[in-house]
């Protein structure tokens, strides 16, 4: 059964503390995604990754790291320096970087 | 810079067809999809239209692609409350890099 898969669906996080929210696939695909989504907005890009060992800043990437040692893995760390950090957390994968991208189910994360 | 807008909410009785608008900037765009996200959900594709393209069908979906007023649409036949959902389009430019509307929420009413 292929597809993209985040862990955990939910997530509380105190203030302060780092988080690390999990992002596989099993479709081979070279490219992955981070977007955080916001009450009534679109998708902004955290980060991404056109293949291993390489990754690029998106739009809103302070307060966040990533890494990307294996291809179906690719790890997104909410640290503290993400000063508003409660949002809806989409990974997306994509064949090659010019492909069509398909999204996994999202991790919600709250900041108590 | 790249903008791509949508109105915020479209409501339609089941059986109606649904028309979902959007507006994008960028002229460079190579392909625009649209995507549907269910509530606490993940994005699910429902299908893309190529730039050189002026109309895509795929059963009750059509999109309508008018690239000189860099316009989209997508129309759902024979609406179900099943499709209540938010609808995102978004573009791609050279980078693949994809840039989002804010969605719409499709309301139908039994």
């Known amino acids: 059964d292929g597809g993209i898969t985040q862990s955990p669906k939910y997530l509380f996080r105190k203030e302060g503390q780092n988080v690390t929210l999990s992002c596989e696939q099993n479709?081979?695909?070279?490219?992955m995604y981070w977007y955080r989504q916001d009450p009534g907005q679109g998708l902004r890009l955290i980060y991404y990754?056109?293949?291993?060992?390489?990754?690029q800043k998106g739009d809103i990437a302070e307060g966040y790291s990533v890494s990307r040692e294996k291809k179906e893995s690719f790890p997104l760390t909410v640290t503290s320096a993400q000063k508003n950090p409660t949002a809806f957390y989409l990974c997306a994968s994509s064949g090659v970087y010019t492909d069509t991208q398909y999204f996994g189910p999202g991790t919600r994360l709250t900041v108590l | 810079g790249e903008d791509v807008e949508q109105s915020l909410f479209l409501s339609v009785r089941e059986g109606d067809s649904s028309v979902i608008n959007c507006t994008y900037t960028d002229s460079s765009s190579t392909y625009l999809y649209w995507y549907k996200q269910e509530p606490g959900a993940g994005l699910q594709l429902l299908t893309y239209i190529f730039s050189n393209m002026d109309m895509k069908q795929d059963q009750r979906l059509t999109v309508l692609l008018n690239k000189k007023d860099k316009h989209l649409s997508l129309r759902i036949a024979d609406t179900q409350t099943g499709d209540s959902a938010i609808y995102f389009c978004a573009e791609n430019n050279a980078g693949n890099m994809l840039t989002f509307g804010g969605g719409t929420r499709l309301m139908v009413k039994p």
């Open positions: 479709l081979n695909h070279d490219a």
């Open positions: 990754s056109q293949i291993v060992n390489d990754f």
